[in-house]
C-alpha cells in the first residue's frame, strides 16, 4: 500500500521541481508543500481519532506528496543562496545531518498503535516550517532591497570589480534567492 504513495510523490516532486526552476522561485513551493504535510496529518490524526482508516491512508498519501516535494526545493533553496562552496559544502552538510535526526527522533515520537502524538509533532513541524520559510524571505527581500539601495547610492563605485567578486555573498551583486 506504500507503491502508490511513493510513486504520486515522485512524479508530484519532479512536477513541482520543474515549476519552481521555470519561475525561479522556492519559497512558495517549500510553503505549499508543507501546507500538504500539514494537511495530510490533519488527516490522518482526524482518521486516528474517530477510527476511520481510509482518512488515515489518505491523510498519509497527502503527507508522503508534501514531504517528497519540499525536500528537494529546500536542499536547493539553501545551496542557492550560499555563494561559494565551501559554504556550500557545509550548509549542506548541516542541513542534511541535523535533518537525518528526524529519524531517531521519530522512533520515540510515534508509539505502537497510538500515533496522534507524533502526527501532532508533524503538524508542529511543518508549521514551524512555514512560519521560518515566510521570516526567511522577508530577510531575504530585506537584504536583496538594502542592496539595491546601496548600489543606487554610489556605495560601491570606488570598489574594483576584483574585490566586488572576492566579497561573495556580501558583493551588492549577489542577490538572494526568494
Not at 555563494?83 to 521519530?106: P, T, V
Not at 513541524?125 to 542592496?147: A, P
Not at 546601496?150 to 574585490?163: F, H, I, M, R, T
Request: with cysteine; charged share 15%.
Amino acid at each position: 500500500m506504500t507503491v502508490p504513495i511513493y510513486v504520486t510523490a515522485s512524479i508530484v516532486s519532479i512536477i513541482v521541481a520543474y515549476y519552481s526552476d521555470k519561475t525561479g522561485l522556492r519559497s512558495p513551493f517549500i510553503v505549499g508543500s508543507l501546507f500538504l504535510v500539514m494537511l495530510g496529518y490533519i488527516f490522518a490524526l482526524v482518521g486516528e481519532e474517530i477510527g476511520y482508516p481510509k482518512l488515515i491512508y489518505g491523510g498519509v498519501y497527502i503527507a508522503g506528496i508534501g514531504v517528497y516535494s519540499a525536500f528537494p526545493g529546500a536542499v536547493s533553496w539553501l545551496v542557492n543562496n550560499l555563494a561559494n562552496s565551501r559554504k556550500r559544502a557545509i550548509g549542506l552538510a548541516l542541513q542534511l545531518g541535523i535533518g537525518n535526526f528526524g529519524g531517531a527522533f521519530a522512533s520515540n515520537f510515534y508509539i505502537p498503535g497510538k500515533y496522534s502524538m507524533g502526527h501532532g509533532l508533524e503538524i508542529g513541524f511543518s508549521s514551524m516550517g512555514i512560519i521560518v520559510t515566510g521570516i526567511i524571505v522577508l530577510y531575504n527581500q530585506r537584504c536583496n532591497r538594502k542592496r539595491q539601495r546601496d548600489l543606487a547610492n554610489g556605495k560601491y563605485d570606488e570598489v574594483s570589480d576584483k574585490e566586488l567578486f572576492r566579497m561573495g555573498d556580501k558583493s551588492p551583486f549577489y542577490r538572494y534567492s526568494i
